[in-house]
């Protein structure tokens, strides 16, 4: 899915040749600051590198429209941004943005219950815990039904049970749609629980590629 070629970005990403497969858990690890966040942002082109390729499904990305990649390879930050209004305003916001149809209340209610949030659809967003806003923003992008879920740190604000339940749900729904997903992680255990393949990252280079 993901191929990159001698891909340079400033002096912090240095990857000779990297292939992310489709249709997989894909997790990055490595020390903090060495990279890995950048390297997601390469992959939807919110930053581009200076030199070398990225090629999606064998298309380099410089030629396709930045929109168009991240309505089909979409990332949730470390720390999603939850805006103002409800649960429901914010499960569908990523939708309105990308132009795509919007979802019923069936489906915005089956999405809380795959991220394990008991909350109902009208309630405040902003009053939500740390943890729960950022299973908001996790649904909000499950919504989008892309065909690579970038994911960074996903379960940064969970406690161990809640990260292993969601984490659990969303490897078994990427792979039931025929979805990737690629995680960052500091957690060795998410990592050989629920990988196919393991990108080890260091100083922006891959040191070393596991495959399970
Ligand atoms: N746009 C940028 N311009 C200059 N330096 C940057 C930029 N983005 C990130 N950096 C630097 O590049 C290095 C790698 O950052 P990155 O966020 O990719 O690391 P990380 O491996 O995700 O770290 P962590 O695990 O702590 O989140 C850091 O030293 C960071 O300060």
Do not use: W
Not at 19 to 41: H, M, N, P, Q, R
Not at 107 to 117: C, G, R
Not at 187 to 203: G, N, V
């Amino acid at each position: 899915m993901f191929t990159l070629k001698g891909v340079k970005f400033k002096d912090i990403i240095d990857v000779d040749r990297l292939d992310i497969a489709a249709g997989k858990v894909t997790c990055i690890v490595g020390e903090s600051g060495s990279g890995k966040t950048t390297l997601l942002k390469l992959l939807n082109k919110m930053i581009s590198c200076d030199v070398g390729q990225i090629l999606y499904h064998e298309k380099d990305i410089a030629g396709i429209d930045p929109v168009e990649i991240r309505r089909q390879v979409v990332m949730l930050p470390q720390s999603p941004a939850i805006f103002e209004g409800s649960v429901e305003d914010n499960l569908l916001i990523g939708l309105k943005f990308s132009g795509k149809k919007l979802a019923s209340k069936v489906e915005l209610k089956q999405v809380l219950k795959l991220v394990n949030l008991n909350k109902k659809l009208d309630d405040e967003a902003e009053s939500l815990s740390g943890g729960e806003k950022q299973r908001v923003a996790l649904a909000r992008v499950i919504l989008m039904e892309p065909e690579v879920l970038l994911l960074d740190e996903p379960s940064s604000a969970l406690d161990e049970d809640t990260e292993q339940l969601i984490i659990n749900e969303l490897v078994r729904y990427t792979l039931k749609n025929e979805k990737s997903l690629v995680m960052v992680t500091h957690s060795k255990k998410m990592a050989t629980d629920f990988a196919d393949e393991i990108i080890k990252i260091k100083d922006g280079a891959v040191i070393d590629k596991e495959v399970r």
